[in-house]
């Protein structure tokens, strides 16, 4: 454990935590502007969780503990991945957790948390989300984990500090087919997964279509504000970890200040970028139907395939 | 050029054949598929280009230029007025693998294509062979698109796919296959898709569809 590892581990999760919904919100921003609406403004998510913060905790009747636990995993789950993950220091606090098998699991073992939550309310549309979910989540694992697997070949290791370190080496590798197909397969897999167009629409309660919003459909106060700010900073980790995969420029690789102060800029820039892209995009989408869905994701799931195979024909 | 950049843009080029080839199988307009077959036409001219250049062949730049022409512009083209001649019925309604199942089985293709294509590679590795899998993979995938799809177009494309998995394999084991013979090939294959296109539009005249299945039935 290194120095700069430390310092990543206390600088990531607090950028984490206190950037995501100000990424949520400029992306509500974007897509607000976009649509010819003037907006609520980017510090919009943060007024609301403060709010729901002051609420008292009420849950519904009949619920056990595995309701009342499940937005605090889904949180911690995402708070370990956010210390661990190289964002802003190419080095990790915790180095054998930064591995790609466990964080994909740790993301995992969230959304299960959050299925299982659906179920227990014991309602119509939680069990419908569960479902859904469940159904997405199948398709969604597989192809993060292979895709990843597909840069990790030629580093000959499943860390991701060692695949970001080695991309910064030698950064000719971003443009090769490898890349490209795990970006293509990333890209579809984590909008799948953080519920955006067209997979899942965060800004409706449609229930014929709802997936996110159909499990934390009975979540009320703080409860909810916790599962509001876990699915933000789920998304800001899954894209600070497509940004810094691909692109790691600007990453912190000494402990100095102004390293460090240069990583967090550029990581926040990245994802911003990144956030504001997938909203223009979503913009010009409309949500696919839901039978669909396992059509795109088998399709991502081959490219993540064709990416593997490619680091070996082409090796 | 230096080798590392030939290898890369080899490689790249090759990526935008796989690509290409999967998308063929995943979307299900034709108009698209149409397009995303341009878009292939081009990856394959531009691996004739870097092969001509790291080569320092003229003859083999020219042949890039033909196969731009025909496979990016001449052929998408001709696709294009027969779909325009076929009406309202734009979409690959009912292929007969639904998608998911056809991605799984380009997956299998691919690893099928690279097991076989092993032995050619290591006869002579350099990195052009090294790419003979996605060549290989390309022709499968074309022939799964032949046999999985319904309308007459889309098993055009099919067919089409198959040619270019083909050319691609050909410029990677020989680097150049001799301009009269590539001059051979393609105008066998434009005439094939001249022929296939007047036999679309006698069977709409006549059926009223290019929907094969339908012909199995005999009509009055």
Known sequence: MSALGIVGGVVQPLLVIAGSPVLVGVMRQ?????????????????????????????????????????????????VVVAVVVPFVTVDSALDPVADLFVVVALLALGTVALALAGLDTGTAFGGMGASREMTIIALVEPTLLVA???????????????????????????????????????????????????????????????????????????????????????????????????????????????????????????????????????????????????????????????????????? | MSDTTYVQLLDLACGGLLLTAVLVLWRRELVVIIGVFAAQGLALAALVEVLAVHEGSAELGGVAVGILVLRAGVLPWLLRRALAQAGPARRETRPLVNVAASLLAAAL?????????????????????????????????????????????????????MDNGITAVGFLTTAGVGLIVELGVSLDVLLAVLVLRILTTRMRETFGDTDLDELRELHD
């Open chain 2, 109 to 161: 293709l691919t690893l099928l294509a690279y097991a076989v294509s092993q032995p050619l590679v290591t006869l002579a590795p350099s990195p052009a062979t090294h790419a003979i899998p996605v060549g290989v993979t390309v022709f499968l995938i074309g022939f799964f698109v032949l046999f999985s799809r319904r309308r007459a177009l889309s098993q055009l494309v099919g067919f089409l796919l």
């Open chain 1, 30 to 78: 974007v897509r607000a502007r976009l649509e010819g609406r003037a907006g609520a403004g980017i510090g919009q998510p943060w007024r609301d969780l403060r709010k729901l913060f002051g609420k008292e905790p009420i849950t519904p009747r009949g619920t056990s503990e595995v309701f009342r636990f499940a937005p605090l995993v889904l949180v911690a789950t995402t």
């Open chain 1, 148 to 315: 990843i697997f597909a840069l990790s070949v030629r580093v000959g290791s499943t860390n991701l500090a060692a695949i970001i370190a080695s991309t910064l080496d030698d950064p000719s590798r971003v443009i090769s087919p490898v890349s490209l197909l795990a970006a293509v397969a990333l890209v579809v897999v984590i909008v799948a997964e953080t519920g955006r167009l067209p997979v899942d629409n965060p800004s409706t309660h449609l229930e014929l279509t709802m997936v996110h919003e159909a499990m934390v459909l009975e979540y009320a106060g703080p409860d909810l504000a916790l599962v509001e700010l876990a699915s933000a900073m789920r998304l800001t980790v899954f894209l600070g970890l497509l940004a810094n995969l691909f692109l790691p420029w600007g990453i912190a690789t000494s402990a100095s200040p102004l390293a460090v102060l240069g990583g967090v800029a550029a990581v926040a820039v990245k994802v911003t970028v990144l956030g504001a892209a997938l909203a223009v995009g979503e913009v010009f989408l409309a949500k696919l139907r839901l039978f669909r869905v396992p059509e795109l994701l088998a399709g991502s799931f081959l490219l993540a395939l064709l990416a593997v195979a490619a680091s070996f024909f082409l090796a």
